[in-house]
């Protein structure tokens, strides 16, 4: 069974620091590329980043590149995501996924449950 579980979420002040973890088992680590989601309320999910499954390629978003920093561990099965220079329009619900290298919620297949983050002005 597969399962991803996000963590590190939290409240933070803007212009503060927090790193996400999604601790991921149950399928074949290679060759699944991983990314970060977020949805605000009333808002649609919105793709921030993903890896692939090397690490060797990063992607993303304009409204975070240069603030977040996607990661991955292979042998901890962890994928992280730093995020720096926070604001208050980041304040989300942070999901990892796993599936296909792209933007579009549909190409993920596995989610985990969301860690929420709050950044205060």
């Known amino acids: 069974q597969v399962q991803l579980v996000e963590s590190g979420g939290g409240s933070v002040q803007a212009g503060g620091s927090l790193r996400l973890s999604c601790a991921h088992s149950?399928?074949?680590?290679?060759?699944?590329?991983m990314g970060w989601f977020r949805q605000a309320p009333g808002k649609e999910r919105e793709g921030l980043a993903h890896?692939?499954?090397?690490?060797?390629?990063?992607y993303y978003a304009d409204s975070v590149k240069g603030r977040f920093t996607v990661s991955r561990d292979n042998a901890e099965n962890t994928l992280y995501l730093q995020m720096n220079s926070l604001k208050p329009e980041d304040t989300a619900m942070y999901y990892c996924?796993?599936?296909?290298?792209?933007?579009?919620?549909?190409?993920?297949?596995?989610w985990g449950q969301g860690t929420q983050v709050t950044v205060s002005s």
């Open positions: 149950g399928y074949t680590n290679a060759g699944s590329c």
């Open positions: 996924a796993a599936g296909r290298c792209t933007f579009n919620v549909r190409d993920y297949a596995y």
């Open positions: 890896i692939s499954s090397t690490g060797s390629r990063v």
